[in-house]
């Protein structure tokens, strides 16, 4: 190989992990979920039946397309798997992830928070009308980001949400952030947007995009 020959690889390997950065980036971006409802429990080895029967409620802190983070009181340990029901403060599906902790850290008023993985989603229709969970959040999520580039579950397209504001909800001190799409000017819910993104496939062709 020549010399600009390898320049030129170079160069090429340097494009490819900074386009590898940014889609990591764009998958790590947190909003701000404090006090959505949340139910979790353990889930033993692959199988999930019967993981429902003791679950735990959680008040939510953050969430990403690829991770969710929560307030609970008690301890969790790294790599434990865990199922966590998240709510539609909407009323629209909820959502049933299968997670892993990757972080664990003690709060100053004895409760925890835990940092933890999405493995699968899977949205979950009437979950919104059956659950009435009330928890009360212990400090404040990241700062709202002004715009993100996702697919919106209404118009099915490719396009860029822009904060509009806070719903407000009733839970205590909650807040749960609501995008405009570009495209369609539909108003959403950040958990909507999340959880229809996490149902698409790498190679889902979405819309005309």
Request: hydrophobic fraction near 35%.
């Amino acid at each position: 190989m020549s010399r600009e020959q390898e320049k030129q690889s170079m160069v090429n390997h340097t494009r490819k992990q900074e386009r590898k950065l940014r889609k990591e980036r764009r998958r790590a971006v947190r909003f701000p979920t404090v006090g959505i409802g949340l139910l979790f429990c353990p889930v033993e080895g692959k199988c999930l039946d019967h993981v429902g029967r003791n679950l735990m409620e959680a008040a939510g802190v953050d969430m990403s397309l690829s991770g969710i983070a929560f307030d609970v009181n008690r301890p969790l340990r790294s790599g434990q798997k865990l199922m966590v029901i998240v709510e539609s403060p909407a009323g629209g599906p909820g959502e049933k992830l299968v997670t892993e902790v990757r972080w664990c850290k003690a709060l100053p008023d004895g409760n925890y928070r835990v940092g933890t993985a999405i493995q699968t989603a899977q949205s979950v229709a009437e979950l919104g009308e059956k659950l009435n969970i009330q928890p009360e959040p212990i400090s404040e999520g990241p700062e709202f980001p002004s715009e993100v580039e996702l697919f919106c579950p209404s118009c099915h397209e490719k396009a860029t949400f822009y904060f509009l504001g806070v719903q407000p909800g009733t839970w205590p001190k909650g807040m749960l952030p609501l995008y405009d799409c570009s495209c369609c000017n539909s108003t959403l819910t950040i958990t909507s947007i999340l959880s229809y993104n996490r149902q698409l496939k790498p190679d889902d062709n979405v819309g005309n995009s």
